[in-house]
């Protein structure tokens, strides 16, 4: 048969489909509600990942498109729990069955208005092959064996806060792993054990414990906060995402700490995160550092391809060469080591639903071994606040001086470099 243009699978690798399909599932309307996501289809495969019967408007066209889509203006929608704000400057318009599906009506406000005025409600998500981290799932390793980058000692990071938007932080994890002791946070839960009597691990648990901890190993002494925001299969969409995010603003944050990401409707930035970038100035000297994702293209992937952020790249087992998982190209600051990283983890059963690996069953006892561009980051953040508590420096002032090191450090082929320990690396990567 002839390829359906609307068959989003074609072309991707199975590991793609199963992981795709598990985040369309995961947000399935039952008798509650709940959004429909739906992916939409490149010539080359998948292009993103949205929900369905809703779009995000910027403030100043709203008019405009409610006349375009022939709705009815902005005082009965607001009335009628259609229009919601997401962040000052960008609003959310709930579609119904007089307006056609979203793409179409994107298409229509794009050839009367323009792009960039209204885009679909992107998902955000940790999975891997959608645009972020992991690139693999988690892997077993030896009981009681120590985490890798290793943590430091001293006092480096003292002073300075760290935001994560993640899922949370595992039962325990803090007064069972030393160097994660004194990070809070949402709780990342563990549902009941089996009949069997064993702990069931679900896909993304632990993912926050993980990078949480891969942090404190470069800084230590550093405040952490973990937040559970992307907890319907490591996903969320833009618009629930990012009023979370703005309140964040309010903490005194110094680093903000960002391992999700989407590909986007004609790689358009997303519009309610370009609104929150704004508001991060105004907030003296923080940064905002964010994964490049996992898809090993040069596609820009949001947010991390926003030049006011800095974006994370991995470096493989060797730590001189880009990973084959890692998306690379000018929107990507700086590589650090992402491949076989090992830290704090779930005890219990893991069931793998990614091919070639699908129902094998995976022991854990409190650590884990584990890839991608969401672990390499936590490097990156590290290391910057480890800095500003030596040298007193801001975010930005210790962030530009990590990122010169790493500029004086790159290797021909990848890029700009930082490894753990300030290591330099070897000649002829």
């Known amino acids: 048969?002839?390829?359906?243009?609307?068959?989003?699978?074609?072309?991707?690798?199975?590991?793609?489909?199963d992981e795709i399909e598990h985040v369309i599932c995961a947000f399935r309307p039952s008798?509650?509600?709940?959004?429909?996501?739906?992916?939409?289809?490149?010539e080359s495969g998948l292009d993103h990942l949205y929900a369905e019967g809703q779009i995000l408007v910027r403030d100043e066209y709203l008019g405009e498109v409610l006349d375009v889509l022939g709705l009815p203006?902005?005082?009965?929608l607001r009335a009628a729990g259609r229009i919601r704000r997401v962040i000052a400057g960008v609003v959310l318009l709930i579609l119904d069955e007089s307006t056609p599906a979203v793409l179409d009506a994107l298409d229509v406000i794009d050839q009367r208005l323009g792009r960039g005025l209204a885009t679909p409600d992107h998902v955000l998500t940790v999975s891997p092959e959608v645009g972020v981290c992991p690139a693999t799932e988690p892997q077993e390793i030896y009981y009681d064996v120590e985490p890798h980058p290793s943590a430091s000692q001293g006092n480096g990071g003292a002073g300075v806060l760290i935001y994560m938007d993640d899922t949370g932080l595992l039962k325990d994890a803090a007064a069972t792993h030393p160097w994660l002791a004194g990070v809070q946070g949402d709780e990342d839960p563990l549902p009941p054990e089996d009949s069997s009597g064993k702990q069931p691990i679900p896909p993304y648990t632990g993912h926050g414990t993980f990078v949480a901890g891969v942090a404190?190993?470069?800084?230590?002494?550093?405040?952490?906060?973990?937040?559970?925001?992307?907890?319907?299969?490591?996903?969320?969409?833009?618009?629930?995402w990012i009023p979370r995010l703005e309140a964040a603003l309010g903490l005194g944050?110094?680093?903000?700490?960002?391992?999700?990401?989407?590909?986007?409707?004609?790689?358009?930035?997303?519009?309610?995160?370009?609104?929150?970038?704004?508001h991060l100035r105004e907030h003296g000297g923080a940064v905002c550092v964010v994964a490049a994702g996992n898809d090993g293209s040069r596609r820009p992937n949001w947010p991390a391809a926003f030049s006011d952020v800095i974006a994370v790249g991995a470096l493989g087992g060797d730590w001189r060469?880009?990973?084959?998982?890692?998306?690379f190209g000018s929107w990507v600051d700086v590589y650090a080591p992402g491949r076989d990283l090992i830290n704090a983890y779930?005890?219990?059963?893991?069931t793998c639903h990614v091919y070639p690996y699908t129902n094998e069953v995976r022991?854990?006892?409190?650590?884990?071994?584990?890839?991608?561009?969401?672990?390499s980051t936590p490097i990156v953040t590290g290391l910057i606040a480890s800095r500003m508590s030596s040298t007193g420096e801001t975010a930005r002032q210790a962030a530009a001086a990590v990122l010169a090191d790493a500029r004086a450090n790159a290797i021909p082929g990848v890029g700009p470099v930082l490894l753990p320990g300030g290591g330099v690396p070897l000649a002829g990567g």
């Open 31 to 42: 008798s509650g509600g709940g959004v429909e996501i739906k992916a939409a289809r490149r």
């Open 216 to 240: 404190r190993c470069l800084a230590p002494a550093a405040d952490v906060i973990v937040t559970d925001v992307f907890s319907t299969a490591g996903s969320e969409l833009e618009s629930n």
């Open 1 to 17: 048969m002839p390829e359906q243009p609307d068959d989003w699978r074609a072309g991707l690798q199975q590991q793609a489909v």
């Open 346 to 350: 779930a005890t219990g059963t893991y």
């Open 363 to 375: 022991n854990f006892y409190g650590m884990a071994k584990w890839s991608g561009t969401s672990f």
């Open 321 to 327: 060469s880009r990973a084959t998982f890692s998306n």
């Open 253 to 278: 944050v110094d680093i903000f700490h960002l391992t999700i990401a989407a590909h986007s409707r004609h790689d358009f930035p997303l519009i309610a995160f370009r609104e929150w970038l704004n």
């Open 73 to 76: 203006d902005e005082p009965t």
